[in-house]
């Protein structure tokens, strides 16, 4: 009983459910940065939020990594589960200031 009442706890104080970021539609007013890669897939990587506060080279760093562990202080959304416009993958900085979008590339 203990450890239920210390994880209820602990899961009230860290928020509960990840709430997602909101994504516009379309990339219009993100910033463009280069295509990155992960695994032989190949992703356009744009910033959405945030763009004075991150660079583009950062930007493709973070959208390289893979998704479950990812990198540090960043929280990864499958964004072609549920959400909305051309997103296939989202990250979200941990303080909330910085948003990177990636779309998956097909094959040219």
Same mark, same amino acid.
């Given at each position: 009983?203990?450890?239920? %009442? ?11 459910? /990840?709430?997602?970021? &909101? ?9 463009? #940065? /280069? ?20 660079? #583009?080279?950062?930007?493709?760093? %973070? ?9 540090? $202080? ?6 072609? &589960? ?15 200031? %910085?948003?990177? $979008? ?7």
């Amino acid at each position: 009983m203990h450890s239920l %009442v210390v994880a209820v706890v602990a899961l009230v104080l860290q928020g509960g459910v /990840q709430d997602p970021p &909101k994504m516009p539609d379309t990339t219009r007013g993100a910033k463009r #940065c /280069q295509d990155a890669s992960r695994y032989g897939s190949s992703f356009r990587v744009y910033i959405v939020r945030g763009a004075r506060r991150i660079t #583009c080279r950062r930007a493709r760093r %973070v959208a390289a990594f893979k998704p479950p562990g990812g990198e540090r $202080g960043w929280t990864y959304f499958d964004w072609t &589960k549920g959400g909305n416009g051309p997103w296939s993958d989202v990250y979200r900085r941990t303080d909330r200031r %910085v948003i990177v $979008g990636a779309i998956i590339r097909g094959y040219d």
